[in-house]
């Protein structure tokens, strides 16, 4: 009698636990550790992870597993081991932090596929020979009178087109057919060359600085140790520090091995995979959320395959299958955009360590403006600090003045967009043909609409926000929950016809500066005025390539771009931020203003930034004015010290949530009880969220704090054991270990 084997499974469920399956006598042998498989829960069938064998026997219960993906393992047994950390540090669900780390497309997909009638073609040529081409009918029907084509692209490709299909199908113009579409492997083994626009070329052989050469030694010896070491690049705005990942990487290849370089935000691959591309041509590999689910799959396998030996791309690129990994790189370390705002939420420059460690790689932290977490561990010796304290070919760092709002208000007796020093300044760099960055980090034209009568906020629905005003769509927008309504003729709740628009956001600057510059050729990158990465490096290589005079925008247009002629960066409002309900709110407003300010003065002509504020006197404004980090990072470990917040101590979150306010405050309570006396766990809490209620759910929040992480994360596990025995639903507790907000 043969005995059956079982094997544990990790499913993407939000419950921590493997599930126990047996292996049908045809899959036997060729199941194992790190392969993807199709399996029964309750009624549905999901795909999971073979975690390994199942250390019991589970009886005749067991469920059989219905399909093996593929025989060769998706997640090597070092990755496996990471996924097992990451769950365990960031307590989350081990099936939830696998599927993290799979970004690859299914092996077949179920689609529908639709066509048209002999009624609908013979109404398709009707509608083309005598409509208007812009009407969304007639662009669905040209497409369907070709040929038959998935309904999810149709959708995607034509805007309407759902509505279209809808009525087209009430018409009997319409066929629908389920169909099971196999991929096509030749297409998934898409090259670095075909999902990258390039921007520009990096000139190989440029000289090096003194402290550039300095950095490479450092780096290339960290390389050759083959032993784990974390280096800290902390390099000026435009001191090079591109050059130095280039030419470790190329040492790293020349020695046989492999790389990992990570980027905070999609916004900045296409300008990093251009230069990547033209110094190491098909080694590269690119990965990131912006990419179908074939692109994605087929970068996949050339790094698996060990075809792409470099691998570029966004925080979940530190899971790509690399081998014999070398040198790990987080570009702009500091960056909020490593951290997942969802389960499993990782951080990825963390999660880049840990791995790196595993591997006996180096890993190379480079900003300008080092987190302090990151610099802190500098002065504990567990980082070694490498410097680039000039910019190269020794051009100056841009002169910076800062404009008191108050005062400019009382000699004008206006309230402004723009002070008389950055309007005088715009002017000149328009005259020289010189160009201008303008930021100011809020979407939308109007902060928030109130009623002059009663002074009502109209806010949204669903979360516990006022809605922002976009005036060129003619709604007011939710930015967290995407709700949207019309602009009232009234106040909702008075009836009074009198609006306010209140405050400004970056279209409203763009408005501003066609009026005041109509000559100017303006262009604006936000989430609004970007959608797709098409579009976003379509902007950008405008601008670089002189198309524009004026980029004007959010964050998106102070993070590492390199633009020679821009000689002037202007901030609209330095304050956005500064009074956020967070411990980090200062940093971040250091930061971003330091790197805006970088952006002018990188080419031959010096350049000079412009800082609107109503709080001069604020440390983090005057440090980010002076480009002194260094007096920033002692002021700030100062305050950090004194009111025991990271990096003198661990810190997580647990937010209850509910879309009723009664169980929200019910179950908040019942957990504070349950976790109040933690030994050497200080625990805050619950209190309303900053947000109270996001997405139509009400949340509470704790803050944990702890001297050990052992403690801290007993304290979690207990919570999540807490809700698990009393029935919670799954999606009631949230926990966030390092947490990077705390709204």
């Not at 099936?95 to 048209?116: D, H, I, W």
């Not at 980082?383 to 003045?401: A, F, G, N, T």
Request: aromatic share 6%; net charge positive; hydrophobic share 40%.
């Amino acid at each position: 009698m043969t005995t059956s084997r079982f094997v544990q499974v990790a499913l993407p469920v939000p419950l921590d636990q493997s599930f126990a399956y047996r292996v049908p006598a045809g899959l036997e042998g060729r199941v194992s550790a790190g392969c993807r498989v199709v399996v029964p829960l309750g009624p549905r069938k999901l795909t999971g992870v073979v975690l390994g064998e199942s250390p019991a026997d589970p009886g005749q219960n067991a469920r059989e597993i219905i399909r093996l993906i593929e025989d060769q393992p998706a997640l090597s047994p070092e990755l496996l081991d990471l996924g097992r950390w990451l769950a365990d540090y960031y307590c989350a669900p081990i099936g939830e932090v696998l599927r993290t780390m799979l970004p690859l497309a299914g092996e077949s997909r179920k689609s529908k596929l639709v066509g048209l009638t002999t009624e609908g073609l013979q109404a398709a040529a009707r509608f083309a020979a005598s409509e208007k081409p812009t009407d969304p009918t007639v662009q669905v029907l040209r497409a369907l009178a070709k040929r038959p084509l998935n309904e999810a692209y149709l959708k995607h490709k034509l805007p309407g087109a759902a509505g279209v299909l809808i009525s087209l199908r009430k018409r009997g113009w319409l066929t629908v057919e389920d169909v099971i579409a196999e991929r096509d492997t030749a297409r998934d083994k898409t090259s670095a060359s075909s999902v990258i626009v390039q921007s520009g070329q990096t000139v190989a052989g440029r000289r090096l600085t003194d402290a550039q050469a300095e950095a490479v030694k450092a780096i290339k010896a960290a390389v050759e140790t083959r032993k784990f070491r974390t280096l800290l690049l902390h390099g000026i705005t435009g001191s090079g520090k591109t050059e130095v990942y280039l030419r470790a990487i190329e040492h790293v290849l020349a020695a046989g091995k492999s790389c990992l370089f990570l980027v905070p935000e999609i916004s900045l691959t296409p300008a990093a995979a251009a230069e990547f591309y033209a110094r190491f041509g098909e080694q590269v590999a690119i990965l990131h959320s912006a990419f179908t689910g074939v692109e994605r799959s087929g970068q996949w396998r050339r790094v698996r395959d060990g075809t792409s030996r470099v691998v570029l791309g966004t925080r979940s690129s530190i899971f790509a299958p690399v081998e014999n990994l070398g040198l790990v790189i987080v570009d702009e370390e500091h960056d909020n955009g490593y951290k997942q705002d969802e389960a499993p939420r990782y951080h990825g420059r963390d999660v880049a360590i840990v791995r790196a460690r595993a591997a006996g790689a180096a890993v190379v932290l480079g900003s300008a403006t080092p987190s302090l977490e990151s610099r802190y561990n500098v002065e504990r010796g567990k980082y070694d600090l490498l410097r680039l304290p000039e910019r190269v070919e020794k051009r100056p760092l841009p002169s910076v003045r800062i404009v008191d709002m108050r005062q400019e208000f009382a000699e004008t007796g206006r309230q402004d967009l723009f002070s008389r020093p950055l309007d005088e300044a715009i002017q000149e760099r328009l005259e020289k043909g010189e160009q201008v960055i303008l930021l100011l980090n809020r979407r939308g034209f109007s902060s928030f609409v109130t009623c002059r009568s009663c002074g009502e906020r109209i806010e949204c629905v669903n979360c516990s926000v006022t809605l922002t005003h976009h005036r060129r769509n003619k709604k007011l927008l939710c930015h967290y929950c995407d709700y949207s309504q019309p602009i009232p003729t009234a106040c909702p709740t008075c009836k009074g016809e009198y609006l306010y628009f209140v405050g400004s956001g970056s279209e409203k600057v763009e408005d501003h500066l066609r009026e005041r510059y109509p000559k100017a050729r303006i262009a604006r990158l936000d989430r609004d005025s970007v959608r797709g990465r098409g579009q976003y490096e379509a902007i950008l290589n405008g601008f670089r390539e002189g198309a524009y005079d004026i980029l004007t925008g959010t964050q998106m247009v102070a993070k590492g771009h390199d633009m020679p002629n821009v000689t002037l960066a202007g901030v609209v409002s330095a304050d956005i931020g500064l009074g956020m309900p967070d411990f980090r709110a200062a940093e971040r407003t250091f930061q971003i203003l330091t790197q805006v300010a970088g952006r002018a003065g990188r080419g031959k002509t010096p350049g000079e930034v412009v800082l609107q504020t109503w709080n001069p006197e604020h440390y983090a404004i005057r440090y980010a004015a002076a480009q002194d980090y260094d007096g920033f990072y002692a002021k700030e470990l100062h305050f950090r010290r004194m009111l025991r917040y990271p990096p003198f101590v661990a810190a997580a979150t647990l937010t209850v949530r509910s879309r009723k306010l009664e169980e929200a405050l019910t179950l908040s309570g019942r957990l504070g009880q349950h976790i109040k006396d933690a030994p050497g766990v200080r625990v805050q809490g619950p209190a309303a969220a900053p947000l109270a209620k996001l997405k139509a759910e009400f949340r509470y929040l704790f803050l944990l704090k702890a001297q050990s992480r052992k403690s801290l994360a007993g304290v979690l596990r207990r919570a999540k054991a807490f809700a698990q025995e009393n029935r919670w639903p799954a999606t009631a507790l949230v926990t966030d270990v390092d947490p990077m907000s705390l709204l």
